[in-house]
C-alpha cells in the first residue's frame, strides 16, 4: 500500500495500519464467502466429472454386450494350422467340419520384354494399363520417356488402380515388371498403347509370371472360390485364413462355445455397475465417521439418474414365469455390502439350459443392456441434464471471478477514500500540533508571572 506509506508523519499516529485494517474488515467477509462457494462449486463440478467418468465406462460396457459381439463367443481351431487359421464370430453355428484347401489365391504378375538398360527409351503417346475393371491412362513425351521414367509414372499415378511397377536387370537387359496389388482371378492386368512414335507397343505384348487365381476351398466336400486367401461367409460367422494349399489332404475346423468371453463380458458389465455405486458413495453420502458431506449429497440431477438405472437393473425380459427373464436369474445379485455379484455357476447352469438367454435378457432388443446403454446415451449427451448442470456450475464459477474483480474496484476506491479522508486529518492534526507548539513557545517567552509554570 504505496500509497498511504506517509501516513501519520504530521499526527504521530499509525494510520497506516488503521487504514489497513478497515479495508481487509470491508474485504475479508464477502472473500471468505467467495472462497468458500468456490470451493463448493469446484467440488461439486469434480464431483460430476467423476460420476460421468462411471457413467460413460457403464454405458460403454452395455453398449459392448447390447451388440452382441461378446456374448455367444466362440473359439475356432484348425487341426492343421500351418494350411490354415481360422476365427468364428459370436453366435457361430458350433461343430467340426472338414476343411481341404486346394489353392491359394494370387495376384497377376507380368513383365515386358527385355530393353538395353533401365534408362532406354521406349516410346511417346499413352499408355494404359488395367487391372480388373479399372483402368488408367499415362501420357509420354520426348524426355521422359525411358523405361525407369514409366516404371515412375506407373508408381506415382494418382488414378492408378493398383498396379506395381518394378525394373528387374538380368543378363539380357531390363524388364518392366508389373504386379497386381489384389489378388483373385478377376484382377488380371492389361496393357494398351496409342498415339506418339509407336515405341509403347513395346509394353503391350506382356508375358504372364504368375496368373491371376482364387483360392479354392473344400468344405465337407463342398467347394468354394474365394478372390483373397481370406475366406468368410463358407460358414456364416467363420473367417479361414489361407497359409499354404495341399489338395487332396483333409484338414479340421472346430468350432466351440467360448464360455471365458461371455463370463468376462458379464463380470465387466457387473464391474462397472459397482464402480458407478463407489462413486454415488463417495460424493452424494454422508460419512457419519468423519462428519463430512459428499458435494453431491441431495443432488436431484444425480438422484434421478441412480433411481432409473435401479429400476432397469430391476426389469424382467420376456414372460412373468420365465425362470430366466432377470439379472438375478442369470447370477447377477446384490450382497450385503450393496454391491453386485457374479454367481458363475449359476450364469452358467442358465447358458447350458438356454445358450442364447444373454443375448434375449441382455443384448435384445428389449434387453436390459440395451436399454441401460440407450438411456446413458441420453444421460451422457451435450444437452443432458448432468450436462446442463455442469454448465450452471461453470456459470457460478465465472460470476464469482465477476464478483471478485468488482470487489477489487469497490476495495480499491474505499481505500483511495480512506486514504484520502486520514490523509486530511493528519494534516488537521499537524497544523494544530503546529499552532499548539507555537503558543506554547509564545506564552514562554512572556514576563514574569505570566510565564507559564511559574
Known amino acids: 500500500m504505496a500509497t498511504i506509506q506517509s501516513l501519520g508523519v504530521g499526527s504521530g499516529l499509525d494510520l497506516d495500519s488503521l487504514v489497513r485494517q478497515l479495508v481487509t474488515a470491508e474485504r475479508e467477509p464477502t472473500e471468505l464467502r467467495l472462497a468458500r462457494n468456490e470451493a463448493r462449486f469446484q467440488s461439486q463440478l469434480s464431483a460430476l466429472g467423476s460420476v460421468k467418468g462411471a457413467l460413460s465406462a457403464l454405458r460403454d460396457s452395455s453398449n459392448a454386450l447390447a451388440g452382441g459381439s461378446n456374448l455367444g463367443g466362440r473359439t475356432a481351431t484348425s487341426s492343421e494350422p500351418e494350411f490354415f487359421t481360422a476365427t468364428a464370430a459370436a453366435g457361430t ?3 467340426n467340419f472338414s476343411v481341404e484347401v486346394v489353392s491359394l489365391a494370387a495376384a497377376n504378375k507380368v513383365t515386358s520384354g527385355a530393353f538395353t538398360d533401365a534408362d532406354a527409351t521406349i516410346g511417346t503417346g499413352t499408355l494404359t494399363l488395367g487391372v480388373g475393371d479399372k483402368s488408367f491412362s499415362l501420357v509420354l513425351e520426348e524426355g521422359a520417356n525411358s523405361l525407369t521414367d514409366i516404371r515412375n509414372a506407373i508408381n506415382n499415378a ?8 518394378s525394373i528387374l536387370n538380368e543378363d539380357g537387359g531390363s524388364r518392366l515388371i508389373l504386379t497386381a496389388r489384389d489378388t483373385g482371378a478377376a484382377n488380371t492386368i492389361t496393357a494398351s498403347a496409342g498415339g506418339g512414335d509407336g515405341g509403347l507397343a513395346a509394353l503391350t505384348g506382356l508375358t504372364e509370371l504368375t496368373a491371376a487365381a482364387d483360392a479354392v476351398i473344400k468344405v465337407d466336400t463342398f467347394q468354394f472360390s474365394s478372390p483373397d486367401n481370406k475366406v468368410d461367409g463358407v460358414i456364416e460367422g467363420l473367417t479361414l485364413d489361407l497359409v499354404a494349399a495341399e489338395p487332396g489332404t483333409l484338414t479340421t475346423v472346430t468350432i466351440a462355445e467360448d464360455r471365458s468371453a461371455t463370463v468376462a463380458a458379464v463380470q465387466s458389465l457387473v464391474d462397472r455397475l459397482n464402480a458407478v455405486t463407489g462413486v454415488n458413495n463417495r460424493v452424494a453420502s454422508f460419512n457419519a465417521d468423519s462428519g463430512q458431506a459428499g458435494p453431491l449429497l441431495g443432488d436431484a440431477t444425480l438422484r434421478g439418474v441412480n433411481s432409473r438405472i435401479q429400476q432397469l437393473l430391476g426389469s424382467q425380459v420376456g414372460a412373468s414365469g420365465d425362470p430366466f427373464n432377470s439379472l438375478p436369474a442369470l447370477g447377477v445379485r446384490t450382497n450385503d455390502a450393496g454391491l453386485l455379484e457374479l454367481d458363475v455357476n449359476a450364469l452358467n447352469t442358465a447358458l447350458d439350459q438356454r445358450p442364447n438367454v444373454l443375448n434375449e435378457v441382455l443384448g435384445g432388443e428389449r434387453g436390459i443392456a440395451t436399454a441401460l446403454g440407450s438411456y446413458l446415451d441420453g444421460v ?15 456459470s457460478q464459477l465465472e460470476g464469482i471471478t465477476a464478483q471478485r474483480e468488482s470487489l477489487d474496484v469497490r476495495i480499491a476506491s474505499l481505500e483511495a477514500r480512506y486514504v484520502a479522508q486520514f490523509s486530511a486529518l493528519d494534516g488537521l492534526v499537524a497544523q494544530l500540533t503546529q ?8 506564552l514562554g517567552n512572556l514576563p514574569g508571572p505570566i510565564q507559564r509554570g511559574r
Do not use: V
Open 158 to 165: 494418382a488414378d492408378n488402380p493398383g498396379i506395381s511397377a
Open 380 to 394: 451422457l449427451g451435450s444437452s443432458s441434464l448432468i450436462s446442463n448442470r455442469e454448465d450452471g456450475l461453470r
Open 435 to 442: 499552532t499548539g507548539n507555537f503558543l506554547d513557545q509564545a
Open 93 to 95: 453355428a458350433t461343430g
